[in-house]
């Protein structure tokens, strides 16, 4: 599959939110996203709250208070596209506010409305990869110190050293076939508890 047929693919199963007055740009907007093949739904004013399954919200700012707007969008992983009747500095901060991915500016023309919706889109699902990426690394490093603590415990009650005390989680971990940070994790929380209720172990600990 080429990336334009993809891309294209991608902006036609969109579910697709306008929150724009009824008038002329807002019904060309429905028009022009429903001849692209959207599921497109239209709102004036804006909702209390916004549904989840949501791909793009195409949102004119500028008529409204921005706060309620930022309100309404957060949480929302959908990809916003704001739309502004003029360049100012209020523009522009909600623009920031909202966290748009797109903009299109009025009176709306269909040229442009593809670029920025697939950028927008595009914008989403990068962000999306980096956060998982970010995720992942965090969970990494929370593993690692996990570990590292759960190393210090036996050491200090069996007496052994680092390398020792590592080789005896791995193989634990081996054996149950769970993955290390588990046991690790299986470690700190029996010792936090028996320090909870003031006990303590004497002599070698069997993990």
């Given at each position: 599959m080429s990336t334009l047929k993809r891309i294209l693919d991608d902006l036609r199963q969109a579910r697709v939110l306008v929150l724009h007055p009824r008038d002329e740009d807002g019904s060309a907007l429905v028009d022009h996203l429903k001849r692209l093949g959207c599921d497109v739904k239209a709102m004036w004013p804006p909702p209390a709250t916004l549904s989840a399954d949501l791909d793009a919200i195409f949102l004119q700012v500028?008529?409204?208070?921005?706060?309620?707007?930022?309100?309404?969008?957060?949480?929302?992983?959908?990809?916003?596209?704001?739309?502004?009747?003029?360049?100012?500095?209020?523009?522009?901060?909600?623009?920031?506010?909202?966290?748009?991915?797109?903009?299109?500016?009025?009176?709306?023309?269909?040229?442009?409305?593809?670029?920025?919706?697939?950028?927008?889109?595009?914008?989403?699902?990068?962000?999306?990869?980096?956060?998982?990426?970010?995720?992942?690394?965090?969970?990494?490093?929370?593993?690692?110190?996990?570990?590292?603590k759960a190393v210090k415990i036996l050491t200090e009650l069996n007496g052994v050293e680092e390398d020792a005390a590592y080789k005896l989680i791995r193989d634990q971990a081996t054996s149950k076939r769970v993955a290390i940070v588990t046991v690790a994790e299986s470690i700190i929380s029996a010792s936090e508890a028996m320090r909870a209720f003031g006990l303590t172990v004497s002599g070698p600990l069997k993990v």
């Open positions: 500028g008529d409204t208070a921005i706060d309620p707007l930022v309100s309404l969008l957060e949480g929302n992983k959908a990809a916003v596209i704001a739309i502004v009747t003029y360049e100012s500095p209020t523009s522009l901060k909600a623009i920031v506010d909202l966290n748009a991915h797109g903009v299109l500016t009025k009176p709306l023309r269909q040229l442009g409305v593809l670029t920025q919706f697939a950028l927008a889109r595009y914008r989403v699902g990068y962000e999306s990869r980096l956060a998982n990426k970010v995720r992942k690394l965090e969970d990494t490093l929370k593993g690692r110190r996990a570990i590292e």
